[in-house]
């Protein structure tokens, strides 16, 4: 049997290339607009790098691709993109002679050991930003925004931004406390890994896909803000608001990783070809993160877009457009080769797309081919044009055809371009 790829992986042919290499372009551009640089950390880390104290993530006690390749480091292939960038934002202490916030963007792949579904791979590929150093709602808002106006920059419409807040320090705790409280009860009826993160992190109990549904869930009490957290979830609204990005209020968001803060949000997808993993992005803030792995006591904020969903919801709403279109295919009808080599080259050296015939095949034959690749013109090089130093011009779209000078090709050629457009 001839090798497959392995479970829960995936080529990108050529096609998906393109597609892929349109929304990393246009991802691009947001970073650019918005003063985001692009950084790129390595595929693996020390595993002490995702894995902090007492977490209680799916990602980091289960899906985790750890190995030890000398028996002694541990390293782990990066599940997400913001430890990484965190701790290359400490190590090379970009906090000390920038003007703060740091802003910086990514497209990486990540592995995940997690059950492969459409939507779901084991590795897959983030676009993201974090932005880190300063705490303020305007940032939280433009944040969001980037994201939200890149999704809509694309031309998709079924998507929808949810908000929620897991509050400050205080708030939260309090709110552990209860919920720690609340549920101790219904112990029994909590799934395996609510059991466990009953006293480790009763807030994921809230959105675990098993229990979330179950009545004494839905029932559980609400957070308490304090005072300045509530301020500042007033105003990141205020500010999503003001650029008119609507997005629903999801008090039961509180996502998966560990390290979440004050503004949580997540876009989702509402079309049905996105199936049940219907989140394209999710994000947040956080304000412990870069302390805790030996910073400066920052706060940060950021999201990750997962391209294979969006990638899934471009399709199902026909965003692509594909330009598959060639400039120039070389028909050479002669047995020697140099000529319509050398005009082929020519011609590339001159910004034209251009293939030829390699193999001598009849000019029927060679006309098929350039009408498979869809070549604009179709420059014919018979005995004649090697003679007279010429070559034969017949242009797709006018039918019309004419001979000239080879040194005059490159300009004539641009000239029926722009004619042709005017
Ligand atoms: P996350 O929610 O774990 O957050 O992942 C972000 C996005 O990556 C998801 O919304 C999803 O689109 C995509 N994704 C996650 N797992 C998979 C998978 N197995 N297959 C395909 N796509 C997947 C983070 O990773 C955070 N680092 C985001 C962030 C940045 N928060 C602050 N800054």
Redesign the pocket.
Do not use: D, H, K, N
């Given at each position: 049997m001839p090798y497959q790829t392995v479970k829960?992986t995936y080529d990108l042919l050529p096609e998906d290339m393109m597609k892929f290499n349109m929304l990393a372009d246009l991802f691009r551009q947001f970073l650019n607009l918005y003063g985001y640089g692009e950084i790129k950390t390595p595929v693996f880390e020390f595993t002490g790098v995702f894995q902090k104290e007492n977490d209680t993530s799916d990602?980091v006690t289960k899906?985790m691709y750890t190995f030890s390749p000398n028996g002694k480091d541990s390293l782990t292939l990066r599940?997400?993109?913001?430890?990484g960038?965190v701790r290359s934002l400490i190590e090379n202490k970009l906090y000390g002679n920038s003007e703060l916030p740091i802003k910086l963007g990514y497209i990486e792949e990540?592995f995940?050991h997690?059950r492969?579904q459409k939507?779901?791979?084991?590795q897959?590929?983030?676009m993201?930003?974090?932005c880190i150093g300063d705490k303020d709602p305007l940032i939280d808002a433009e944040v969001i925004a980037l994201g939200y106006f890149f999704i809509k920059t694309i031309g998709l419409n079924g998507v929808k931004v949810l908000i929620n807040t897991l509050g400050d320090n205080e708030s939260r705790l309090n709110y552990k406390k209860s919920l720690e409280a609340y549920f101790e009860p219904y112990e029994d009826q909590l799934c395996f890994d609510c059991q466990n993160r009953l006293h480790k992190n009763p807030l994921r109990i809230l959105d675990c896909k098993i229990d979330r549904n179950k009545d004494f869930v839905r029932n559980a009490p609400k957070m308490v803000l304090t005072e300045s957290s509530a301020k500042y979830f007033e105003d990141v609204k205020h500010y999503l608001d003001v650029l008119e990005i609507p997005y629903e209020i999801d008090d039961r968001l509180v996502?998966?990783?560990d390290?979440?803060t004050d503004t949580v949000f997540?876009?989702v997808s509402t079309n049905e070809a996105s199936g049940s993993?219907a989140?394209?992005?999710?994000?947040?803030?956080?304000d412990e993160l870069v302390k805790e792995m030996g910073g400066p006591s920052i706060s940060?904020?950021?999201?990750?877009?997962?391209?294979?969903?969006?990638m899934i919801l471009c399709e199902a709403e026909e965003v692509f457009e594909l330009d598959k279109s060639l400039d120039c295919y070389v028909i050479n009808l002669n047995e020697d080769k140099d000529y319509a080599f050398k005009v082929a080259e020519e011609l590339r050296n001159n910004s034209f797309s251009v293939e030829m015939d390699y193999y001598g095949r009849s000019l029927k034959a060679q006309f098929k081919s350039s009408e498979r690749k869809n070549a604009r013109f179709v420059l014919i090089i018979g005995e004649d044009e090697i003679k007279e130093n010429q070559v034969t011009i017949k242009d797709t779209l006018t039918k019309a055809q004419e001979t000239i000078e080879k040194e005059m090709l490159c300009e004539r050629l641009d000239q029926l371009m722009e004619d042709y457009y005017v």
């Open positions: 829960g990602m899906e599940p997400e993109g913001t430890a960038v990540m995940r997690e492969p939507g779901r791979q084991r897959f590929t983030q993201g930003i974090e996502r998966g990783l390290y979440y997540e876009v993993q989140t394209i992005f999710g994000g947040g803030r956080y940060g904020i950021g999201f990750a877009i997962g391209v294979e969903r969006l």
